[in-house]
């Protein structure tokens, strides 16, 4: 995919989100803060940036890479390649586990770096509310927590 596709999806994807942000309802909004909403966007996003200009090319790359490896070890000497890949099936299922392990490490690291960064953006846009009220104490307890 040439780099115009990938902006021209990115934009439409930015432009989508937008849109469907703006149709909420306000009782929506009430009930999650508008910087965590932000932070979750944000890094949604960002990773589909990432997967768009990067693992699609370095994926490509290092399947062809292993097919090459596959190929001379075949060629080098056919029982003792037999013999590496009977391995496979334990860096398969260890694979799958660790997945697994990191990607529900990955969901709760995400979950409270959207609330983090939520409750930060909300705090700075409202420091002068926070300053009048003097709740400093509070909202830093509440940033903590």
């Known amino acids: 995919m040439p780099a115009a596709d990938h902006q021209s999806v990115l934009h439409l ?10 149709s909420l309802s306000l009782s929506f909004y009430d009930q999650y803060k508008v910087g965590r909403l932000m932070s979750v966007m944000s890094g949604d ?10 693992v699609v090319i370095v994926g490509a790359q290092d399947l062809l890479i292993l097919f090459g490896i596959v190929l001379t070890l075949l060629f080098m000497n056919v029982k003792l390649s037999l ?22 490490r990955y969901r709760e690291w995400a979950r409270l770096a959207s609330i983090t960064n939520g409750a930060l953006a909300e705090n700075i846009s409202g420091v002068r509310v926070t300053q009048a009220f003097v709740r400093e104490g509070v909202n830093r307890q509440n940033l903590t927590c």
């Open 13 to 22: 994807l930015r432009t989508t989100l937008f849109e469907h942000l703006q």
């Open 45 to 54: 996003i960002q990773a589909i940036t990432q997967l768009l200009s990067n």
């Open 83 to 104: 013999i590496t890949f009977s391995i496979l099936p334990a860096i398969v299922v260890t694979a799958y586990t660790l997945r697994r392990i990191i990607r529900d």
